[in-house]
């Protein structure tokens, strides 16, 4: 991996862009469907899965006479987004008419925002890899353009000899999160779409499932001679319908770019389809511009004010930032890097780590970090739950981590412990209990399986007293099974190196 102007490229398009002196500069056009109950401008539900056409009604039909109705719940999500972003929130926006003909389009036109967006500026905050997988990486605000709220159009399913509409989609509320061009590689348009999904659904806007299109994306991608401020001639790609897909299409088509330059021909605005099973793309039209689309005020439609006690509302609502959390729980709790990354990609499993803290303490935060990045989540893989779902509750883990500090238990011990709590919700020390777990080692028994080890192996004795501290472990492992797993490892060390000294 080699860098450009700080940023991460892959080393076969860097050597281009450098032998060439060019960068790339790219854009991102990201759709995200609000979840809501309801449509945007009906009362017909939302939804993925129902059998084709049935979530319609007159206005999505578009029947004469009907008319849009606007969904207030749509406007408190894009309103929190902003917020989430650190948009301007504006205090009116308005509605407009996108116009174009199309089969997904009832109406043939879509109800969009064009010159009075509610949601101005902002930035999404995203991380490169860093130099090891377990160091923070450099982190940078790509700035945004605006957010606007539109309907989503119905679907096109294309069979062999006939392409059929279902209209369940259309009327979906829709955000479009346009980022101003300042991501440089594929690497940061990656990160960035990561970082905006773990965003959305931190705070409940959408489950940002692109497999179900609650999440697309459409790459516009340039390049330009580094020291360049005006922008090259852009492409852009569709039907980019996974993160990893975005960043294939945009390593593609800068290196496509890169090659008709090199041959001596000239870019070509245009729109491409992205094939990610294949890896090509190819032209699929012209690039329209705004005046293509007639866009005008919608006549059925008011503007929209948002007062200061709306905008407070919605702030009362929304969570705390994925890196901001991060950052607080290495700073506050301690957690190393590699712990907080899974933690709090995920805000039920950050929300249940502080959820056992408050029980167990802030002392403990490192040990129950470890038993939920390792041993819960294993778990609940094996059984394939959700963690709503599992018996394991949060008292439980800071009554097992409060048994092994005391001593009562070993942490091998409590291995089996977990594992049988997670399975019938029965409390860890009524685990121990009836299954007789308890370490009740008494200190003449610990001895004498300590004196049995050491007489039992002269060579890790012998390498111990020659200086090298390792060879202690040889002969824990004895005294451990001698005991049944029970007896207490900092007692047996301790009693072992006083023997040894002897």
Not at 369 to 383: P, V
Not at 399 to 413: D, F, N, P, R
Not at 447 to 460: F, H, M, S, T, V
Request: charged share 25%; proline share 4%; aromatic share 8%.
């Amino acid at each position: 991996m080699f860098h450009i102007m700080g940023y991460s490229l892959p080393a076969t398009h860097y050597s281009l862009l450098q032998k060439m002196n060019y960068e790339a500069v790219i854009g991102l056009e990201v759709h995200v469907q609000v979840k809501t109950a309801s449509k945007i401008f009906t009362r017909v539900g939302q939804g993925y899965g129902f059998d084709e056409n049935t979530l319609t009604d007159p206005v999505v039909l578009a029947l004469p006479g009907a008319l849009p109705v606007m969904n207030k719940a749509a406007l408190d999500a894009i309103i929190k987004a902003g917020l989430m972003l650190d948009c301007e929130i504006a205090e009116v926006c308005k509605w407009d008419r996108k116009n174009y003909f199309y089969p997904d389009s009832t109406k043939n036109y879509q109800i969009s925002q064009f010159d009075q967006p509610i949601c101005n500026g902002g930035y999404v905050e995203i991380e490169l890899p860093g130099e090891a997988r377990n160091i923070m990486g450099e982190h940078k605000k790509i700035p945004l353009t605006r957010i606007h709220l539109e309907e989503d159009v119905g679907k096109l399913n294309h069979g062999t000899n006939e392409s059929l509409v279902d209209y369940n989609r259309a009327g979906t509320p829709l955000m479009e999160i346009v980022s101003d061009p300042a991501l440089q590689s594929a690497e940061e348009a990656y990160a960035y779409l990561t970082t905006l999904r773990t965003t959305m659904v931190y705070a409940g806007i959408s489950d940002c499932d692109m497999e179900k299109g609650q999440m697309r994306c459409d790459a516009n991608i340039s390049i330009r001679p580094v020291g360049q401020e005006e922008l090259g001639v852009k492409v852009e790609l569709k039907n980019l319908n996974s993160i990893s897909y975005v960043r294939d299409g945009i390593n593609h088509e800068i290196k496509r770019q890169m090659s008709v330059l090199k041959k001596g021909g000239i870019i070509v605005q245009e729109t491409r389809d992205f094939d990610g099973i294949t890896g090509t793309s190819q032209s699929l039209r012209t690039k329209e511009d705004a005046h293509d689309y007639r866009y005008f005020p919608d006549p059925d439609l008011m503007p929209v004010r948002v007062d200061r006690e709306w905008k407070e509302r919605i702030a009362a609502e929304c969570p705390e930032r994925p890196f901001d959390k991060q950052r607080r729980f290495m700073e506050e709790y301690d957690l190393p890097y590699t712990i907080t990354s899974v933690l709090v990609p995920d805000r039920d499993l950050s929300d249940w780590f502080e959820a056992v803290v408050a029980i167990a303490g802030k002392a403990q935060a490192q040990a129950v970090g470890n038993w939920i990045a390792n041993d819960l989540l294993r778990e609940l893989s094996a059984a394939q739950i959700e963690l709503a779902d599992s018996k394991l509750m949060p008292a439980h883990l800071a009554e097992l981590v409060g048994l092994i500090k005391a001593g009562t238990i070993t942490k091998q011990i409590a291995r089996e412990v977990f594992a049988e709590t997670f399975g019938s919700g029965e409390t860890p020390t009524a685990v121990v209990e009836r299954k007789g777990l308890k370490d009740d080692t008494n200190s003449y028994e610990l001895e004498q399986w300590c004196r049995d080890a050491i007489a039992g192996n002269e060579k890790a004795r012998e390498q111990f007293l020659a200086g090298k501290d390792g060879a202690i472990n040889a002969l824990k492992g004895p005294v451990m099974k001698a005991s049944r797993g029970k007896a207490n490892p900092k007692l047996v060390d301790e009693t072992l190196r006083r023997l040894l000294a002897e």
